[in-house]
């Protein structure tokens, strides 16, 4: 999506993007490119999608044959996807916070992947819910701000390193793209 495309869908929605939500719209097609290199999904499999905007990730997501579930915050933009992707049977929206929301009953029984753009203030409290999982998600992208990435990757006995760093490298091999 261009940032014109994006532009005019907030413009139809009456949405003005929140500092308050952390709410960012991926516009850059580059940035697109990178992150569909990094995930790696096919027909196969369930993909969790936190954030989804303006719906930029998801249509790429779609165009692989994966069903997908995309929870967003904003009633607007979850508005805005359920009439845009009516009748597409890959895709369910769910509006909501997803930091609450109960992931044990949708992927309990089944491999998920995860991914999303994850605004700074919610992202620790997010990947947290997902390692408290019976059965956390098999593979996760997020676009995260750099010093939250940091903290992720980061090695022993450095400012960086904390908890969440050690429990989530107990469980996955991280890297920054």
């Not at 952390?22 to 196969?44: C, E, H, P, R, Y």
């Not at 359920?82 to 009748?87: H, L, P, R, T």
């Not at 992927?107 to 990947?127: D, M, Q, R, T, V």
Request: hydrophobic share 40%; with cysteine.
């Amino acid at each position: 999506m261009t940032p014109t495309q994006i532009k005019k869908i907030l413009n139809d929605i009456e949405l003005r993007p929140s500092k308050k939500l952390g709410q960012n719209f991926l516009t850059d097609g580059n940035i697109l490119d990178i992150i569909m290199k990094a995930v790696k999904v096919s027909a196969k499999d369930e993909v969790l999608e936190i954030g989804p905007g303006t719906g930029a990730l998801t249509a790429e997501l779609l165009k692989t044959g994966a069903h997908i579930t995309a929870v967003e915050y904003d009633h607007r933009l979850a508005d805005y996807l359920k009439a845009e992707y009516q009748g597409n049977n890959k895709l369910k929206i769910i509006q909501g916070d997803a930091c609450k929301m109960g992931w044990n009953e949708l992927f309990l029984n089944h491999e998920f992947k995860c991914f999303g753009n994850l605004p700074y203030a919610i992202s620790s409290i997010f990947i947290s819910s997902l390692l408290e999982m019976e059965n956390p998600p098999v593979e996760a992208v997020f676009m995260l701000q750099k010093e939250m990435a940091d903290r992720l990757v980061a090695s022993c006995n450095t400012k960086e390193y904390s908890s969440l760093s050690v429990r989530l490298q107990k469980f996955y091999d991280i890297e920054v793209v």
